[in-house]
């Protein structure tokens, strides 16, 4: 694995900016008005399930250009772009968790998008896809987390190694585009606080859950987050957070980087349509 290959990570989240430079040339145009803003957003299909896909840091709707189109053979799919990312107008908000979690639930209204909803979060986008589970939990029928950031990583990789953690967050905050740096600001006190402010915090709903955790080994590790000890510690906190849940399970890949929806799109797609199984075998 080179070093333009390698996912870049923050601590708990990736950040696949590279990658998703590439995805979003290939991503649809079309956008709906939410409010005063236009939001880029493509639909695709039908069914009983409402399947949205929430990106991960840096990355617009077109991240998931491998997954959604098959999904949408059975169910209804939703894939957009955060304001400021993609063809998405920028907002003049903070982007915060909260600011872009409560922009979600006007893109709802606006398009008009009818629950039940599964919902699909890849890195960052997986804490948001919990924001909005919590908030809406009778809305939501199961959800697909895709390496997902945890809010309780960086502490954990503190107390291995306080030095090489800070390392790596200097590292990486340097890669991140200047366009993005205003809200990494705000999201690296929540990372390091090792907990989601009130009401993000609060219990989410007991549907069916797929975890997808890559556990992918670098040969000569650049960064502290590559190292076998932080990944075991992914990988176990992956697998804490799902015992909330009684029908929770775990992916585990070596062949997949931080961007399995780009590296293994197929377990994506059998994980949506393991929970759209198990939500339909709960309404029966």
Known sequence: MNRATRPLFLAAIVFACCAAARTDTSATNDRIAVGAYQVQMAEQGSGRY?????????????AWRKVAPEVAKTAR????S????GTSDPRPEPRTIQQSSAELDQLVASARLAPPFILVGHSYGGLLARAFAARHPDWVAGMVLVDPSDERFNPALRRLDARRALDDDKQFA???PAKFQPELKLLQPV????SLPAPLDARLPDVPVVVLTS???????MFFLESVEAVAIKRDLHADFLRQFSEGSQVLTLKSGHNIQLDEPELVIAAVNRVIAAADARRK
């Open 191 to 194: 990372l390091d606080a090792g």
């Open 50 to 62: 409402t399947v949205i896909f929430e990106s991960g840091f840096g990355t617009g709707l077109g």
């Open 174 to 176: 340097a890669m991140v």
């Open 215 to 221: 556990v992918q080994q670098a040969e000569k590790p």
């Open 77 to 80: 799919t939703v894939t957009y």
């Open 82 to 85: 955060r304001a400021g990312y």
